[in-house]
Each structure stands twice: as structure tokens, then as C-alpha cells.
């Protein structure tokens, strides 16, 4: 039953060149009401539902975008939350009628308007609305909690994204001047993408390679990208005292944002590489329940139950539990992996306007990991073992454990206004003890080292982002601002201790030599160390997007940022300092839309990078300057089910340190800094994702890359980025055969990518192409079987990243995975 407010809010239009005032209606428990008259005179009519008039407004949440039209109409409408909740539109631009217009703004979504009388509309469900059998034939619609930031992508059986909550508040892909990608939940579904590594690696010009430890490096255009954000939250998750550690399952998250080119403007001293949002799963507004079995090569068994859906009979409280198990063994012998993975969520509509959202996850993963690769011979010759090869021990093990806690709060002031503050807390365990193989391998298969290693890393990360954004309009054009502060803080204690015993052969690798401890490392003469990070963050951010004639936007932005950073290291009893205050990071970037499909853009965008290496006097090197220049054009083509983009980009930065080889080995023992190093990247990319033909979804990107060290004592003119190939593609394609009912889908894609360096640049590494294909078959309404072949030509290629000094690590071979979906009606 829908409660209705006892008086309408009015939108009052003084003249066609006042500035007006929007003001729509409040959500109530279980209803809004949203209501416009004219301010020639309190008594007038309100427009006839017949009558044709020139609306736009624009896609996004459907509540907001019924209150808008309503409003601009002189009309009121009463809708229950719980109808519109989680539903977006495509907008309106042109001529409707009051009817039409809402009939437009409904399409694909199961509802419908009533009455009408003297201008007053309600909502309901449609009488013959069936929107599970209509979801693949109608606009997509897309399903989404309130407080999200952005619509999900869950449902929207799409690989295009409607809208991005990356840079704060949702906005379409086409009005941000940067070039942008989201891997859907359509997407990672469909590829079995599990795990974030994989999940970059299908995204254009996005990497994800192996690290030194267990973990993962995530970089674009050449650089690493060490802070990534959790619902626009952003922490440090590559700040290890000891090699790349980080690692992030995808089981809790609707989707993957990722913004290629300077982040300053996001995160301060982001990365000038790019920045990563994984947007976690919410309540949907109806029941679904879903459980997923799987079963593929190398005994890989998993299963997994995602249930979420209204807790009360308004629809205020909403919940979703993510349950996953998994059990996996590998391709490379003895390796092993089980992890656990629990999510919970609720959202909760403290009134019509507020919504608070609390999350909880936890991942627990224990096994025998196989950590660097198999051994090399001089110039990079594989060795000629097979791909299964282990170099480790039987006593290898690791574990992760991580929880993290969400909370976000957000806060309609009324159509136009809101504010939003989002936080979380993660804390995290990493621990090892391992033995893994290093150096070059002699014709005998002599060369190598024994490498014992015992790990401890315990660390808490903090963050906060709280924004308030507006709408307002100035001589009839729209204008936006946001404005907003950031913090986070990430504390560690870490230890490890290390020995290295010479004799290892790689064609007789020994895997039952003694478990070490700690004191058999030291008494091998070994080291231990413990080492503590203490780095903190805070900013204040400010954009305005102001519309300076019709067809073009400009974006004028700036961030204050202050940094510290305080390591300590017991080994040589070392401290280390950063800072910085008040760092001014600007940016500006202009839209100009060429037709309402097409828009070209410019953009600027400033880089600092803190750096805590010292000069021979003993000062600490000022922070890396940056300068990041992107021009492209985006389309939303096809009544926005298709995203296109083109870009060309140029990155520059100055005072990066490098060794004083002038002043000798005076800082602890070896070369102090200097700032003086240069560095480029640019490029160019294309891409287009969504439904291109009907029934046939595309994802495809391409990158050319290249990076250069300008001004460097050692690698002048060298490559900088090691890692980075000239040219990447990345493409999935799925076809859903057309017919009535045809329950077959097709599916395929490749990555491929040219060659990259060996981490010392003394030989390259063979670039790959690699084929992936997939059959699903919907068996009923509720059961899904599909089956996924990874690397359907069984190609043999190394992984790039820091090959050489961690030998070779092998793709994965041909390997099947089955898995079986069930999702009942309820």
C-alpha cells in the first residue's frame, strides 16, 4: 500500500530567464511524490497528458529521472521504492506527450503509469508484465542499490556499462574526458573471471602480471598501480615491504571500473598509470537466489551460493550473502590452493531520501604456492623443462587472510543535490614458507640457488571519501560541482628472513630438503628483518563542470594532497621519510558533443609521486612532477547499448631520482639520488563494448604503447616500462542464437600482445596470442550448463613481467571448465 505525502513539493518557473529552482519530491517509506506547476499562477492547469513538449533528461536511475520529468512536465506521480529501486532508464531527448513521455522513461522495466486526472500519475507493475522472459528482447535495464554510486551491472545481460561511479556520482562513459573501461558482471560471468589479475588482464590496455611475491602487479600505460579503490574508496594494496603481495578475488563485486591515464584528481598520488574501482555486490529490490557448481581441469572444484533480496515488506531493508568455495590444483605439479570467501551486505532506507549501506567480507586461502618460475639459461633459453615443473618444496605453504568492512551513506538533499561518505577497513595477513629457485642455469643445469624464505606481513588499511555533488542552472545551461575530502592510512608489521644455499640443480631439483625455521635460517647465515610502514594520506578535491554554450563542457578541477610516509628497517637500522603538503594536483578537460551519439574531448591532468630516496646532503628528493595529455572521441551508439571510444595519449614526468654515480657510494653503502630522470609514455587506443547486432555482445580493445626513459644516467633512450608490449588486444565476443527459444549461446575471444623485455632489458620476451571459447546452454528458465576452453591451441608462451630474475612462469595450458548455474523463480 503506497503512502502518500500529504502536500507536492512545486517547481516555480518566475521567467524563461530566471535561474530556477529544482526542488523534486522526497522518497517516502514506501512512495514519493514529485510535482511541478507553472509560477504565472498557483491555480493554473496543469500541461494535458496529450499535449507534445521538448524534454531531455537524462539516463540514469529511474526514480530520479521520473521525478525530473514529472517536475518539467507541471505533473505528479506516486512511486513505491521498492518499484524503482535498483532501475535504471535511458532518458528522454525530444518530443513526448506526459503518457508517451513516461512510457518511454518505462520501457524494458515491467511498469507502468495510471490515472492522470487533473495531473496526477501513479506506478505500478504492468498488468502482463513478465520482465524475466522479456530481460533479452527489451532496452536493457539495469538493477542497483541506492547507495551504490552508480547502476549495476547485474541483469543488464550487457557488456556496455549505462554509467560509472569512479569519479564520483554516476556518469556516463561518453562525458568523462578519459578513457574509461568496465568489465561487466555479464562479462566476468561468461569468462569465469575470478580473480582480479585475470580480470585486468581481459581489460583494454591493463596488465596484471606476477610479482616477486605471491601477489600481483596491476599497471596501464606503462606504470604500476598501487592504490586501488573499493566503491570509490581508494587504499594502498601494493605496499609491502618485500615484493608484490596483493591479491583480490572477484566473487563480491558487481563490476570492474577502470580509468586509464592520471589519477591525481582521484587519489592524489595516484598513479599517473591509471586507477582501478571494483563496485561491490548490493540487495537487489527482488529475491534472487543463485548456485553456481563448477568443476574444471587440474581437479578444479568450486561452488558458490549468491542469494540477496527485500528484508521487509517495504523494501527498505534490503540483503545479499555471498557464500564461495573453492578447491584447485594446477597445471604445475604440487601446487594446491583451497579458499573460502563469505560477503554479507545490507542496505537500509532510513527514509525516503537516505540510504545507509554495511558490508562485511572475509577471504581465507591456505596452500603450496609456486612463487618466481623455473630458471633460465644465459640470454633468456628456456630450459626445456616441461610447463609442470616445480621448483619448490613439499613443505611449501601461504595463507591469506583478509577481511574487510564497508560503510557508506547516502543522502538525496532533493533531485538536484546529494552527498555521499563511504569508508572501510581492511585488514590483511600474508605468511609463507617457501623455497623457490634463482639464477642462471649452466649447460649441466647447474647455476642456480636454493632460496628459503619465511614470511609475516600484518597490515591495516583505512580509508574515507566523502563527496557532496549538485546540478544547478545558470542562463538555461546545466551545471555540476562536486566537492570533497579523502583519507587513508595504512599501518604495517612485517618480517622475513631468508637464506641462500648454493648447489641446486634445475634437471634434479631437490623437493624434500629440511623445513627451515627462523633460527635454521640465521644459523645458515641468513637475515631476518622487520620492517614497519606508518603512511598516511588526506585531501580536498574540487571539479565543476560548467556547460559553456550548448554543445560544450568544460571540467576545472584541482586537489590539495597532504603525504606522509615513516618506514623503519631493523637490518641496517634504517628510517625513511617522505612528505609532502598541500600539493596541488589540477585538471581540465573539455566535451564537445558532436551530435547526441557522439561527443570529442581534450584533457589535462597533473601527477606528484611522493619519493623517499635522499640527495648526498641528505635531503629527501622532491616529488615527481607529471603531466598526462589525452584527445579522443566516445559514442553511445544504438540507444545506448553500445560504447565506443578513441583515444591518443602523451604522459611526462620530470625529477624522477636516479643513482649520483658523481658523489660514490656514500648513502648506506651505495649511490644517494638525484632527480633527474625523465620518462614518457604515449599511445593510442580504441574500443567498443555492448550488444553491436541484436543477440551479439562485443568487448574489444586495442593499445599501442610505448614508454621511454628521456633523461636517465643508465637506460637513456631504453624502454621504461619493461613489462608493457607495443601492441595489446584484447576481445570477447557472445552470440546468443536468434530464434523464439534457442537456449544456445556462443562465446570466444583472444588476448594478444606483442612482445616485451626481460626485467635487466638483455633479451626480449616472445609476445602471444592466446584463444579462449565457450558454450552455454540454457537447459530451462532456471538452469544454465556452460562450458569454457581456455588457450583452445594449447599455446606454450611465458608470462611477462620480471622475467629473467624470476625465471620463467608459464600461461596456463589447453584446461575446461564446466559449470552449472542454478537461479529459481521465486
Not at 140 to 169: H, I, M, Q, W, Y
Not at 380 to 386: D, N, R, S
Not at 799 to 823: E, H, I, Q, W
Request: overall charge negative; charged content about 20%.
Amino acid at each position: 500500500m503506497t503512502r502518500r505525502r500529504p502536500s507536492a513539493f512545486v517547481r516555480h518557473t518566475p521567467s524563461a530567464r530566471a535561474l530556477s529552482l529544482a526542488v523534486h519530491a522526497a522518497v517516502l517509506a514506501m512512495g514519493f511524490t514529485s510535482a511541478g506547476a507553472s509560477a504565472q499562477s498557483a491555480t493554473s492547469a496543469v500541461v494535458a497528458p496529450e499535449t507534445q513538449r521538448v524534454y531531455r533528461i537524462a539516463a540514469g536511475p529511474l526514480g530520479e529521472a521520473l521525478g525530473d520529468f514529472a517536475a518539467a512536465a507541471g505533473v505528479s506521480i506516486t512511486v513505491p521504492p521498492a518499484l524503482v529501486q535498483g532501475k535504471t532508464t535511458r532518458g528522454l531527448d525530444g518530443g513526448f506527450s506526459v503518457r508517451d513521455g513516461f512510457a518511454h522513461l518505462l520501457a524494458g522495466s515491467g511498469l507502468e503509469v495510471t490515472g492522470g486526472a487533473g495531473g496526477a500519475f501513479a506506478l505500478r507493475r504492468a498488468a502482463a508484465a513478465d520482465t524475466g522472459a522479456a530481460e533479452t528482447t527489451l532496452a536493457p535495464v539495469t538493477t542497483t542499490a541506492k547507495a551504490t554510486g552508480g547502476a549495476t551491472t547485474e541483469g543488464s545481460d550487457s557488456f556496455a556499462a549505462r554509467a560509472v561511479s569512479l569519479n564520483k556520482g554516476d556518469q556516463a562513459l561518453k562525458d568523462i574526458p578519459q578513457s574509461i573501461s568496465v568489465l561487466t558482471r555479464k562479462q566476468l560471468d561468461e569468462q569465469g573471471i575470478t580473480d582480479l589479475k585475470d580480470a585486468v588482464n581481459n581489460v583494454t590496455g591493463t596488465e596484471g602480471i606476477g610479482g616477486v611475491g605471491q601477489g600481483m602487479v596491476l599497471s596501464a600505460r606503462g606504470f604500476q598501480i598501487d592504490n586501488w579503490q573499493y566503491d570509490g574508496v581508494a587504499i594502498p594494496r601494493n605496499h609491502y615491504a618485500l615484493g608484490n603481495w596483493g591479491t583480490e578475488g572477484m566473487v563480491f563485486y558487481d563490476r570492474l571500473e577502470v580509468l586509464r591515464g592520471a589519477s591525481g584528481l582521484l587519489q592524489g598520488t595516484g598513479s599517473p598509470g591509471g586507477a582501478i574501482n571494483l563496485v561491490r555486490k548490493r540487495g537487489q529490490a527482488d529475491t534472487t537466489v543463485t548456485a553456481t557448481a563448477r568443476a574444471g581441469s587440474w581437479d578444479r572444484y568450486g561452488v558458490q551460493l549468491d542469494a540477496g533480496g527485500p528484508l521487509n515488506a517495504e523494501g527498505t531493508l534490503r540483503g545479499r550473502v555471498v557464500v564461495d568455495e573453492d578447491r584447485s590444483h594446477s597445471f604445475v605439479d604440487y601446487v594446491n590452493d583451497r579458499t573460502r570467501s563469505l560477503y554479507a551486505a545490507l542496505d537500509y532506507d532510513l527514509g525516503p531520501d537516505t540510504t545507509v549501506g554495511l558490508g562485511v567480507s572475509n577471504l581465507d586461502s591456505k596452500g603450496r604456492p609456486f612463487l618466481l618460475g623455473v630458471p633460465l639459461y644465459e640470454g633468456g633459453q628456456e630450459t626445456g623443462l616441461p610447463r609442470s615443473t616445480f621448483t619448490g618444496s613439499w613443505w611449501n605453504q601461504a595463507s591469506v587472510e583478509q577481511t574487510i568492512v564497508y560503510a557508506d551513506l547516502d543522502h538525496r538533499f532533493n533531485a538536484d543535490w546529494n552527498f555521499k561518505v563511504s569508508a572501510l577497513r581492511m585488514s590483511e595477513r600474508n605468511t609463507s614458507t617457501h623455497q623457490r629457485m634463482t639464477g642462471t642455469v649452466a649447460a649441466d643445469g647447474t647455476g642456480p640457488t636454493y632460496d628459503d624464505w619465511i614470511t609475516d606481513f600484518d597490515s591495516t588499511k583505512v580509508g574515507l571519501d566523502a563527496y557532496v555533488n549538485g546540478r544547478f542552472d545558470v542562463g538555461g545551461l546545466r551545471n555540476e560541482v562536486t566537492v570533497g575530502v579523502s583519507y587513508w592510512k595504512y599501518k604495517s608489521d612485517d618480517m622475513f628472513a631468508r637464506t641462500f644455499t648454493d648447489g641446486a640443480n634445475v634437471f634434479a631439483i631437490d623437493h624434500n630438503r629440511p623445513v627451515p625455521t627462523v633460527d635454521s635460517l640465521l644459523a645458515a647465515g641468513g637475515r631476518q628483518t622487520f620492517s614497519t610502514y606508518d603512511v598516511q594520506q588526506k585531501g580536498l578535491y574540487t571539479s565543476v563542470r560548467t556547460r559553456l554554450i550548448e554543445p560544450l563542457t568544460a571540467i576545472v578541477g584541482a586537489r590539495a594532497s597532504w603525504y606522509d610516509s615513516f618506514y623503519t628497517e631493523s637490518a641496517f637500522n634504517s628510517q625513511s621519510t617522505s612528505s609532502a603538503s598541500g600539493e596541488i594536483t589540477p585538471y581540465v578537460g573539455l566535451v564537445y558533443a558532436l551530435t547526441p551519439q557522439w561527443s570529442a574531448y581534450g584533457s589535462y591532468t597533473g601527477v606528484f609521486e611522493p619519493q623517499s630516496s635522499r640527495t648526498v646532503t641528505g635531503d629527501v628528493l622532491d616529488p615527481i612532477i607529471g603531466t598526462n595529455y589525452e584527445l579522443g572521441i566516445k559514442g553511445e551508439l544504438l540507444d545506448k547499448r553500445v560504447n565506443t571510444s578513441l583515444a591518443v595519449f602523451r604522459y611526462d614526468h620530470k625529477n624522477r631520482g636516479v643513482n649520483d654515480f658523481a658523489s660514490g657510494q656514500v648513502c648506506d653503502g651505495w649511490y644517494c639520488s638525484v632527480a633527474s630522470g625523465k620518462v614518457r609514455s604515449q599511445g593510442v587506443e580504441a574500443e567498443v563494448s555492448g550488444e553491436v547486432l541484436r543477440n551479439l555482445q562485443v568487448m574489444a580493445g586495442y593499445t599501442y604503447n610505448t614508454t621511454e626513459y628521456l633523461s636517465d644516467p643508465e637506460n637513456q633512450g631504453e624502454v621504461f616500462s619493461t613489462w608493457t608490449p607495443k601492441h595489446m588486444l584484447r576481445a570477447w565476443v557472445s552470440y546468443r542464437l536468434p530464434g523464439e527459444w534457442n537456449p544456445l549461446t556462443l562465446g570466444g575471444g583472444v588476448t594478444s600482445q606483442s612482445h616485451t623485455l626481460s626485467y635487466d632489458r638483455s633479451f626480449e620476451v616472445p609476445g602471444a596470442t592466446v584463444a579462449n571459447l565457450r558454450v552455454a546452454y540454457q537447459a530451462s528458465p532456471e538452469i544454465n550448463l556452460a562450458l569454457n576452453v581456455n588457450n583452445v591451441f594449447d599455446k606454450h608462451y611465458v608470462l611477462p613481467g620480471f622475467v629473467g630474475y624470476t625465471g620463467a612462469t608459464y600461461g596456463d595450458p589447453r584446461n575446461m571448465m564446466l559449470t552449472l548455474k542454478y537461479t529459481p523463480k521465486l
